[in-house]
């Protein structure tokens, strides 16, 4: 299997083993990119950061195509279909596609603070995205609309993580922050 991450002025870089030895991929930008996803096929991946940009692969990285979407995004993760897919970033911004990328739509957050993170369990509808503040927004229609969980703290959240039965979540954050749930979120816990 191959593994690639993204980084500054556009690089991104690749493994297909196992990450002893990285290549240098072409990602088609020189913006910084800030996070990585593939589909299950590792061919189709994309990755997203700062201006709204959104590079594109079907060929597990060989090419990368790239369009902005408007705000600065921090986070991608696209269901299994590899069809269905959402970006987060600055000003409670999400992004949803449904046709592997080639068009996004603005979905209304209700939180103007800036998305870190964002994760949707196997079942393509449940998704959560963590911010500044202990902010964490949920939602159970695959993306179309999303409503506040009291996470319990207030420190910024970066990273969010759900096991694929969207039961059971965990999120980190500043100064060693972490919370959880096993109820989809419902309640978390430090």
């Not at 096929?41 to 408007?70: H, M």
């Not at 995205?129 to 927004?137: D, E, F, R």
């Amino acid at each position: 299997t191959s593994l690639s991450l993204p980084g500054i002025a556009g690089t991104i870089l690749a493994t297909t083993d196992a990450g002893n030895a990285w290549q240098a991929q072409t990602s088609g930008t020189e913006t910084d990119l800030w996070s990585v996803t593939f589909a299950a096929d590792g061919k189709l991946g994309w990755a997203v950061g700062n201006y709204g940009t959104i590079v594109a692969t079907a060929d597990a990285g060989s090419t990368w195509r790239s369009r902005t979407t408007g705000p600065e995004l921090r986070s991608v993760t696209f269901a299994a279909d590899g069809k269905h897919g959402w970006a987060v970033g600055n000003y409670g911004t999400i992004v949803a596609t449904a046709d592997g990328g080639n068009t996004w739509r603005s979905r209304t957050t209700g939180t103007e603070t800036w998305l870190m993170s964002v994760t949707f369990a196997a079942d393509g509808k449940h998704g959560w995205a963590v911010a500044g503040k202990g902010t964490i927004v949920a939602t159970t229609d695959g993306g179309n609309t999303w409503q506040s969980q009291t996470s319990g703290t207030k420190a910024g959240l970066s990273s969010v993580t759900f096991a694929a039965d969207g039961k059971r979540g965990w999120a980190v954050g500043e100064d060693g922050t972490i919370v959880a749930t096993a109820d989809g979120g419902n309640t978390w816990q430090a």
